[in-house]
C-alpha cells in the first residue's frame, strides 16, 4: 500500500528517525575454568622432562623448535599457500557484498536522457481527445532529467542488513585466520613426521648394516667349521627383513616431502633436494606457555568465526523484524522536456517532482511472518553452533596437553630399553663368538634393539606433534601468516 506526498506521515517518520527493531547482538558468555584440566595451584602441568604454564601463547612458536629450515618454511606460507589466498579472495568479496548492501541506505542520484519519434493513431485512444489545431500526428519528444531517491531507513531495516553483512566479512575472516592456523600447524607436522621418518631410515640403515656384518661374522665362522647353515639361514633371514622395510620408509619420506610443496603451491617433488638431506629431528622446548582457558575464545579463529556467525544471524532476525514495518523513502525527479531539440535546455522547459513515499505491507499471505521464524530459528541454531565449537575447543586442549605429557612421560622408559637393550646386544655377540650362545639370542637381540630405537624415534615425533596439536587447538600461530 502506498502512499504519495503525505507530508505529515514524513514528519511521522522523521520523528522516529534512529530506531532500530529486533534483537540486539549480545556476545555470548563462556564460563571457562580458572586453570587447564590437569593443571594444579602452580598454574602448571610437568612431567620428567618438562612443564606447560599459564604465560601468553607464543605467537611464534614453531621458532622454538630451534630448526631455521623449517622457520624458512613457514615465513612461504602466507605467500604461497593456495587455500589462504583463496580464503583471502573470500573476505574481498565479503567486503564488496558488504558495500553493497550498505548503498540501500545512501541517496541515489541517476540521469535519464530519452529521445522519442512518436506518432498517434488516428484510431486509437488518443481520438477521442479534441487534438490542438495545427498539432501534428507526429512528433519528436527530448527529455534530460535527474532522479533521486532516498530511503530514510527509519527502523533499521538496512543497517540491519549492514550489520549482517559485516558480520559475515567478519566471519569470512575468521575462517582464512583458521585456515593460516591449519596451514601452519600441518606444514609443522608434517616437517617433524618427515624428520621422523628420515630418523627411522637411519637406524634403519645402521642396522642393515650389523646384520650385513652378522652375515660376514656367520658365514667366516661356517668356513671354520664353527658355524651352522642355519645360522646363516637365520643371519640372512634378518638381514633381508631390516631391508624390507626400506621402501614403506621412503614411500613415507615422499609423500610427507610432497605434503609440504601442496601446503607452499609446489608440484610433486619440487622440495625434493631441499628436504632430502636428512636433518635432526626438532626438540620440543622443556617449557611451553598454553595460556589461560578464558583467552582461548578470544584467540581460536574457529571460536571467534562461530561469534560472528551468531552476529550475523542475530541481524538477520532484526532485519526481519524491520520488515514488518513502514519503508520511507524520498523520492525527486527534475529535469527539461520539449518537442523541439533546441528549446530542450529552456527554462521554462523545464519540470519537477518531489515528495515522500511510503510502503507498508498489509498482507503477503504469510511471508513476513514466514521468514521471522526462519531467521529466529537459524540464530538459535547459530547458538548451539557456538557452544559446541567452544567446547569442542576445551576438549582439543585438554586431549592434547594429555597426550603431550603421556608422551613425555614414555620417552624416559623407551630411553632406557633403548640403553639395556644396546648393551644386551652387545654381550649376545660377545658370546656368540666365544661359542656360549647360538645365533638365535643375537638375533633376538637385535630386533629388540631395533624395535625400541624405532619407538624411542617414534615417541620423539609423538611428543613434538603433540606439540603441534597444543598450539593447534591453542589457535596460535595464525597472526603471523594471516593478519
Not at 613426521?193 to 650385513?212: E, P, S
Amino acid at each position: 500500500m502506498r502512499f504519495s506526498g503525505t507530508w505529515l506521515a514524513l514528519g511521522l517518520g522523521i520523528g522516529l528517525a534512529g530506531c532500530t527493531v529486533g534483537p540486539d547482538f549480545v556476545p555470548p558468555a563462556n564460563q571457562a575454568p580458572s586453570r587447564w584440566w590437569g593443571q594444579d595451584g602452580r598454574q602448571g602441568v610437568s612431567s620428567p622432562a618438562g612443564i606447560t604454564y599459564g604465560a601468553a601463547v607464543d605467537a611464534r612458536w614453531w621458532m622454538g623448535l630451534g630448526d631455521p629450515v623449517l622457520s624458512a618454511l613457514v615465513e612461504r606460507l602466507a605467500a604461497e599457500n593456495l587455500d589462504l589466498m583463496q580464503a583471502t579472495e573470500r573476505v574481498q568479496q565479503g567486503r564488496a557484498q558488504r558495500k553493497v548492501v550498505a548503498s540501500e541506505g545512501l541517496p541515489h542520484i541517476e540521469a535519464h536522457d530519452s529521445y522519442e519519434r512518436m506518432r498517434s493513431s488516428p484510431t486509437g485512444p488518443s481520438s477521442l481527445f479534441e487534438k490542438v489545431p495545427g498539432a501534428p500526428r507526429e512528433y519528436d519528444d527530448w527529455r534530460d532529467s535527474l532522479g533521486a531517491s532516498w530511503e530514510l531507513d527509519l527502523f533499521g531495516r538496512v543497517r540491519r542488513a549492514v550489520e549482517a553483512e559485516t558480520a559475515n566479512t567478519e566471519a569470512l575472516d575468521e575462517a582464512r585466520h583458521g585456515i593460516a592456523l591449519m596451514a601452519v600447524a600441518d606444514l609443522v607436522q608434517n616437517y617433524i613426521q618427515l624428520r621422523g621418518v628420515q630418523r627411522l631410515l637411519a637406524i634403519t640403515g645402521d642396522n642393515l648394516a650389523n646384520a650385513r656384518k652378522n652375515v660376514g661374522l656367520v658365514r667366516d665362522r661356517f668356513a671354520n667349521g664353527v658355524s651352522t647353515t642355519l645360522d646363516i639361514a637365520n643371519a640372512e633371514a634378518q638381514r633381508a627383513t631390516i631391508q624390507a622395510s626400506l621402501p614403506q620408509l621412503r614411500t613415507e619420506e615422499a609423500q610427507l616431502v610432497n605434503a609440504i610443496g601442496l601446503l607452499l603451491g609446489q608440484p610433486p617433488r619440487a622440495l625434493e633436494d631441499e628436504l632430502s638431506r636428512s636433518l635432526p629431528q626438532p626438540v620440543v622446548p622443556p617449557a611451553i606457555p598454553v595460556g589461560l582457558p578464558a583467552d582461548l575464545a578470544r584467540r581460536r579463529p574457529d571460536v571467534r568465526e562461530a561469534e560472528a556467525r551468531l552476529h550475523a544471524a542475530t541481524a538477520q532476525t532484526g532485519f526481519a523484524v524491520a520488515s514488518f514495518y513502514p519503508d520511507v523513502r524520498l523520492m525527486g525527479n527534475a529535469g527539461t522536456e520539449s518537442l523541439q531539440f533546441g528549446r530542450t535546455f529552456d527554462l521554462h522547459s523545464a519540470f519537477f517532482s518531489v515528495g515522500p513515499s511510503i510502503d507498508l505491507p498489509i498482507f503477503e499471505g504469510g511471508r513476513l511472518r514466514g521468514t521471522l521464524r526462519l531467521r529466529e530459528s537459524q540464530q538459535r541454531q547459530a547458538a548451539i553452533s557456538y557452544r559446541e565449537t567452544v567446547l569442542r575447543a576445551w576438549n582439543e586442549v585438554d586431549n592434547a596437553l594429555t597426550a603431550f605429557e603421556q608422551a613425555r612421560r614414555r620417552r624416559d622408559d623407551v630411553a632406557e630399553a633403548v640403553k639395556q637393550n644396546t648393551r644386551a646386544l652387545t654381550a649376545a655377540r660377545q658370546r656368540y663368538v666365544e661359542g656360549t650362545v647360538d645365533f638365535l639370542n643375537v638375533i633376538a637381540a637385535e630386533n629388540a634393539v631395533l624395535e625400541s630405537s624405532r619407538s624411542l624415534a617414534e615417541t620423539d615425533t609423538r611428543i613434538a606433534v603433540a606439540f603441534v596439536a597444543i598450539y593447534r587447538s591453542l589457535g596460535g600461530g595464525w597472526e603471523t601468516i594471516a593478519p
